[in-house]
């Protein structure tokens, strides 16, 4: 009985790690964060994806966002990372931001469905989803600074 609850969990848990997701993650832990611009602070309430799993879902079948809401991945060291918007019906402007909370580079009104990669062009700390255009809306650009709980004492 043991080996096969054994070979169950050995022969069936790598097969569950890499399971279709068919529809949208439960509404994650938020937070608050603000990014300095030319135009005033933007503040946007964000949920946190921080584990292998809600970083893979991230906001995959979402079809609606409200305009300063938003997904922010902490990988908690700085990585070298690329996204995707396979199975992401709203268009996305991706913020990729250093360890120190600064924007390191925008990825603006990405497609989506896209298979086609979207790399960070430097190790990152966080990226910061928003929808599509907000970036530009608001006057954010890479170089500005992002503040809240992850970048604290930066």
């Known amino acids: 009985m043991r080996r096969s609850a054994f070979l169950f969990a050995f022969l069936l848990a790598p097969a569950l790690a890499f399971a279709e997701i068919t529809g949208p993650q439960a509404p994650l832990p938020t937070t608050s964060i603000t990014i300095d611009t030319d135009h005033g602070p933007a503040t946007f309430k964000v949920e946190l994806a921080t584990t292998p799993a809600t970083q893979e879902a991230g906001l995959m079948f979402r079809k609606v966002?409200?305009?300063?809401?938003?997904?922010?991945?902490?990988?908690?060291?700085?990585?070298?990372?690329?996204?995707?918007?396979?199975?992401?019906?709203?268009?996305?402007?991706?913020?990729?931001?250093?360890?120190?909370?600064?924007?390191?580079?925008?990825?603006?009104?990405?497609?989506?469905?896209?298979?086609?990669?979207?790399?960070?062009?430097?190790?990152?700390?966080?990226?910061?989803?928003?929808?599509?255009?907000?970036?530009?809306?608001?006057?954010?650009f890479p170089g500005e600074k992002v503040h809240g709980a992850i970048f604290t004492g930066r």
């Open 65 to 140: 966002m409200a305009p300063n809401a938003g997904m922010l991945f902490d990988f908690r060291t700085p990585v070298m990372i690329s996204f995707w918007m396979k199975n992401t019906i709203l268009p996305l402007d991706m913020i990729f931001i250093r360890n120190d909370g600064t924007i390191s580079s925008i990825a603006p009104d990405t497609t989506p469905y896209s298979t086609d990669s979207i790399p960070a062009t430097e190790p990152v700390r966080a990226v910061l989803e928003i929808n599509a255009g907000r970036s530009a809306a608001l006057g954010i």
